[in-house]
């Protein structure tokens, strides 16, 4: 164990040696006991990691050795147990800090993933500074998490929610960015990688842009950190939600990334217990980010377990999980349409993460999906909470196959040899 009381080891039976671009993911699979386990008589094919990936046993033994040795209530107890726990929570803000480039762990803000993240920047920022008439700009492929959130404030304050449309390769439609990018725009929240169509926005130039006309940028990192190398600085971004059960980490792990000038501006989000400096009987003041967002217990364990998930993901390299992820996608394009299916999103493999949503020969999604999991296959049907893509799209749901370090071009097969089956069923 490390300082941080998370396994510093490298994958189970992966050599130090082994070049970064190359995935051993047979090796890989050996830590996953999920992948162990026979649905309906077949080996398990795990194809819903944009939903939630699996965890690593050195996941799995980080928040069990915690409970087991370590449990205590972080920043509380003056006691060798509270001295443990706070060290082992605070090492992972920088270890976090560190993973997306971020030269200060104070940046980090610790909550239970995206969708709180996501809150916390509309509350904390955009409640406080947005103005009637003042602009927020999306985009149609968002997620819910980064719509309603939107629109609560703008009901609140009076600013106006616009969109940038996209086009039919479900890519974003920029030629008119000037008409949409303003000086009344006061916010680009745009995600970093489409959960429904594998999109890979342009992040770093439409950062320069929006900041051009002096709006902040958020980045849902939701689908992006797991998937891709990441540096805030690089992209210039003023915040970035990170999700730690995507990138194999524990449920309810996470956080947010923010300038710290806008921390320290931005009112906090929840009150309660340790984010207060002083109480009186008519006001509060607060201590300084992160902490100012960090009301009551937080989620120690969870966030130890992320913590191991970085060690694991720093072991393979960010760089050969995208690469990985780009030759099972393309291998699945090429399978999928050869099935018959249409798939949705960009073709381009170099703008296309490893998310790949299809509709297949007028089998509703929801129907298709019970008979994949009769053959041990798991995906995802759904309109995948990205309702206002679904309608661009003229489908009520998609199938969705999503990749990860563990999958194979057999799972991509898996996946097909299911749907030649489902069509016997339907067709």
């Known amino acids: 164990m490390n300082d941080n009381g998370a396994p510093s080891d490298v994958p189970r039976d992966v050599p130090r040696d082994v070049p970064r671009d190359v995935i051993h993911v047979e090796r890989i699979r050996k830590d996953f006991p999920i992948l162990e386990r026979v649905i309906n008589g077949h080996p398990l094919v795990y194809l819903d990691s944009a939903a939630t990936s699996q965890k690593p046993r050195q996941v799995i033994d980080a928040v069990s050795d915690f409970y087991a040795n370590h ?191 806008l921390l320290d501006a931005m009112d906090p989000f929840l009150g309660g217990g340790e984010m207060i400096s002083e109480v009186f009987p008519d006001r509060s003041t607060y201590k300084d980010p992160p902490h100012k967002f960090e009301a009551g217990t937080m989620n120690i364990a969870q966030e130890i377990g992320l913590g191991a998930a970085i060690d694991y993901l720093e072991s393979i390299g960010m760089g050969a999980v995208r690469e990985h992820e780009k030759q099972l996608t393309a291998y699945a394009l090429e399978r999928l349409q050869e099935a018959g299916a249409v798939v949705h999103g960009p073709k381009d493999l170099d703008i296309r993460g490893g998310t790949v949503s299809f509709w297949f020969k007028d089998v509703h999604p929801h129907d298709l999906a019970q008979v994949l999991d009769q053959e041990g296959v798991c995906v995802r049907a759904s309109h995948h909470c990205a309702q206002i893509l679904m309608r661009h799209l003229g489908v009520p749901a998609t199938t969705r196959a999503s990749f990860y370090v563990y999958n194979t071009m057999e799972d991509v097969d898996a996946l097909v040899g299911a749907l030649a089956r489902a069509e016997s069923v339907f067709v």
């Open 71 to 261: 449990n205590a209530n972080a920043h509380r107890g003056i006691y060798t147990l509270g001295e443990e726990a706070t060290e082992a929570f605070e090492g992972v803000r920088a270890k976090l800090a560190g993973f997306f480039g971020s030269p200060d762990p104070r940046t980090i803000v610790f909550t239970r993933g995206t969708t709180e993240s996501m809150n916390l920047v509309a509350q904390g920022w955009g409640r406080k500074f947005l103005r009637e008439g003042d602009e927020v700009l999306l985009t149609d492929m968002e997620h819910h998490s980064n719509i309603v959130p939107w629109q609560l404030v703008a009901q609140a304050t009076g600013a106006v929610l616009r969109y940038i449309p996209l086009t039919d390769d479900g890519i974003l439609e920029l030629t008119d960015l000037e008409g949409l990018l303003t000086e009344r725009t006061k916010v680009l929240a745009i995600t970093g990688q489409s959960n429904v169509l594998g999109t890979l926005p342009p992040v770093k130039e439409l950062a320069a842009a929006a900041h051009s006309v002096g709006a902040i940028v958020l980045v849902d990192g939701a689908q992006l950190v797991p998937h891709n190398p990441v540096d805030v600085v690089d992209l210039d971004v003023d915040f970035l939600t990170i999700s730690g059960h995507k990138m194999l980490g524990p449920t309810a792990s996470g956080g947010l990334y923010g300038r710290r000038e």
